[in-house]
């Protein structure tokens, strides 16, 4: 079983920054793919970004395609979301989950971590 732990969540200002990781232990995670969804109070939960474990190609929502980006360190299992220019609605539950399968579904990432909130105010 493959644990995910999200870190780094806070209170920004809007046009702040904020970094979260997501450190993935158990067994040996062979996964495909990690993504970043996010939940805001009564949304559902949407997609945000990912990586692929090999080769690194990266994949953004429109919402925050130039103000986020995403990291791996492969030696430690661990995945990072840089935020930049943050704005209020951008304040959510941000989760990491992790894939074996080439897909950006909610519903194809089998593992999750339990979430970290980012709030962020003007």
């Known amino acids: 079983q493959v644990q995910l732990v999200e870190s780094g969540g806070g209170l920004v200002q809007a046009g702040g920054s904020l970094r979260l990781s997501c450190t993935v232990s158990?067994?040996?995670?062979?996964?495909?793919?990690v993504g970043w969804f996010r939940q805001a109070p009564g949304k559902e939960r949407e997609f945000v970004a990912a990586?692929?474990?090999?080769?690194?190609?990266?994949y953004y929502s429109d919402s925050v395609k130039g103000r986020f980006s995403v990291f791996k360190d492969n030696a430690n299992n661990r995945y990072d979301l840089e935020m930049r220019s943050l704005k209020p609605e951008d304040t959510a539950v941000y989760y990491c989950?992790?894939?074996?399968?080439?897909?950006?579904?909610?519903?194809?990432?089998?593992?999750w971590g339990q979430g970290t909130q980012v709030t962020v105010f003007s």
């Open positions: 989950a992790a894939t074996s399968v080439r897909s950006l579904l909610e519903s194809d990432f089998g593992s």
């Open positions: 158990g067994r040996t995670f062979n996964g495909f793919r």
């Open positions: 990586i692929n474990r090999i080769g690194g190609s990266e």
